[in-house]
């Protein structure tokens, strides 16, 4: 026969075999979706929990970007003066808008907020001064713009605090790289015992047919043909696994995806939860591919050596 | 075809099972090995298959010495040799087409050849009309007949027998025997193991006796 013949029969035969091997877990389908939801089980907890630490991240960096920040002036300041000054920043590139809040404004909005009404009836004068909000421009959102333009307003004499708390954002950001990192270690543990559960499955599946091995290898089949289909079946458990496991995540996000809507409404904020990419998916796939043929390549290593035909 | 060379088998456990064995089956012949139960005539094919290596001596299968073969190459020489057995060891989940097909499919053959070759060797054992049956409802000798046609259907140049007709009545096992030498007038080499003296000297072959791992003697026919 050709080469190029001799290749094609090879393929012909591989895509035979994976055929096979589909219709043997097709014909238990019980057994293979027992198989294929531990080991989706197994897989899509790293992935749920990395997609959700994503989202946080997700969240934080928008935190720590287009926030608005507050500056306090000193009590001593008029509106007059405080107009003037709002009138100057508003030239500065550096600020997209600007909001002030007025000793008045603030005490009727703490009062309301607080539930401290009648406290604050006793006092004789407002202790609040005023105010600017300030929103940073697109451009210069980035925490070290943003502390520049602190630095610059403070250089003002009517202003005595000025200041965004970049400090529980950098916290946050710390935790939930700890947790993305231990997320790495909770995969591989899990992704261990998806190895251990195909393996496990192949070695059953070995044992069941030990006669048909037996019989294959007296009549001249070589170990790389007898080999084929177990390859193939965990192949096939570790995409079964993989699409259980995608399933699952995507299950559960969606039952996540409203709250969080209605959380992120309340906070006047467009953010939506991130399910699975297509990339993403893709390294769910081959994750899950590669660990189920790993295991059943293991499997087969150990044990079908020990069987010889007699 | 086949050469033995002084050639010993010692089990593990240390029973002697064959002690200096040497005979030549030329190609084409057709032979029984007799010998009680416990002879060695089956530690003797199974050296043949390499099923078991020979710890002494040599044995030559079509020119090749078997003492010296890689493991690898083990398969590739089981292709050469259609194996018959006393239990004859089908896969009972699959049916009689199916158990043919296994040794063309193992070495590769494509679909529309792997028919028409099956058909052709369930053709020859008399079982056409049953290629779709399962082998558990066939008789003892239908079985026997289905393992024949399996272990001739890739045409290897010689043909094994362990005991094949060892569970099965006179009359089926006089078909059998007539089976082998129908192959052998086509030029296959055939060795059968047999203790079944009532039947073998009624055919006119080469009888290789064995007792107790010794080549006792061998009873020559001149080919009819």
């Keep these: 026969m050709k080469p190029a013949q001799l290749l094609r029969n090879y393929f012909v035969r591989h895509v035979q075999v994976a055929l096979n091997s589909l219709g043997r877990l097709y014909r238990s389908p019980l057994a293979s979706l027992m198989t294929a939801a531990v080991i989706g089980i197994a897989l899509a907890l790293p992935s749920g929990l990395y997609l959700l630490t994503g989202n946080l991240q997700r969240l934080s960096t928008q935190w720590d970007g287009s926030a608005s920040f507050s500056v306090f002036l000193h009590k001593t300041v008029s509106l007059q003066q405080t107009q003037a000054l709002q009138n100057r920043l508003q030239q500065w590139p550096e600020i997209d808008s600007l909001q002030l809040i007025t000793p008045d404004q603030a005490l009727s909005e703490f009062r309301e907020l607080s539930g401290f009404g009648e406290a604050l009836d006793t006092l004789d004068e407002n202790p609040l001064p005023f105010v600017i909000t300030i929103k940073p421009a697109r451009t210069q959102a980035d925490a070290e713009s943003v502390a520049l333009l602190l630095e610059k307003l403070r250089t003002f004499p009517e202003v005595e605090l000025a200041q965004l708390d970049l400090q529980w954002v950098k916290r946050f950001n710390a935790i939930v790289d700890i947790v993305r990192r231990s997320i790495w270690v909770m995969a591989a543990l899990l992704g261990l015992a998806v190895l251990l559960i195909t393996g496990n499955t192949i070695r059953l599946e070995i044992q069941n047919r030990r006669d048909e091995i037996a019989i294959t290898k007296l009549i001249g089949a070589t170990n790389g043909f007898i080999r084929r289909p177990f390859l193939y079946n965990g192949f096939w458990y570790g995409v079964m696994g993989a699409v259980v ?49 790993l295991g059943a390549w293991l499997a087969v290593g150990r044990h079908l050596a020990a069987i010889e035909p007699v | 075809m086949i050469r033995f060379d002084n050639v010993c088998k010692r089990y593990p456990e240390g029973k002697e099972a064959l002690q200096g064995i040497s005979f030549h089956l030329h190609s084409g012949a057709m032979a029984f090995l007799t010998g009680h139960s416990g002879a060695g005539k089956s530690t003797l094919l199974k050296l043949v298959a390499l099923l078991e290596r020979s710890t002494r001596g040599q044995l030559f299968l079509d020119g090749e010495n078997l003492s010296r073969t890689p493991k690898r190459r083990i398969p590739y020489i089981r292709r050469k040799i259609g194996m018959i057995f006393q239990n004859y060891r089908l896969l009972f989940d699959r049916t009689v087409f199916d158990n043919v097909a296994l040794p063309l499919v193992i070495a590769g053959y494509r679909h529309q050849g792997i028919s028409r070759r099956v058909r052709a060797a369930l053709d020859k054992v008399g079982l056409l009309d049953r290629e779709r049956a399962f082998p558990i409802m066939l008789s003892g000798g239908e079985q026997q007949r289905v393992g024949i046609a399996r272990a001739v259907v890739n045409k290897p140049p010689l043909l094994l027998a362990d005991e094949p007709t060892g569970n099965l009545d006179p009359e089926l096992s006089y078909d059998i025997m007539q089976l082998f030498e129908h192959f052998n007038q086509v030029g296959v080499t055939v060795l059968i193991a047999s203790h079944d003296l009532d039947l073998i000297s009624t055919m006119p072959y080469t009888q290789i006796i064995l007792h107790q791992g010794r080549l006792v003697g061998s009873r020559a026919h001149n080919s009819p």
């Design chain 1, 245 to 293: 496991a995608g399933l699952l995540v995507e299950l559960a996000f969606l039952q996540l995806h409203s709250p969080v809507r209605q959380l992120a409404g309340l906070y006047q904020s467009g953010f939506s939860l991130q399910t699975l990419s297509l990339t993403e998916s893709l390294a769910l796939l081959v994750a899950g591919t590669s660990l189920g043929l």
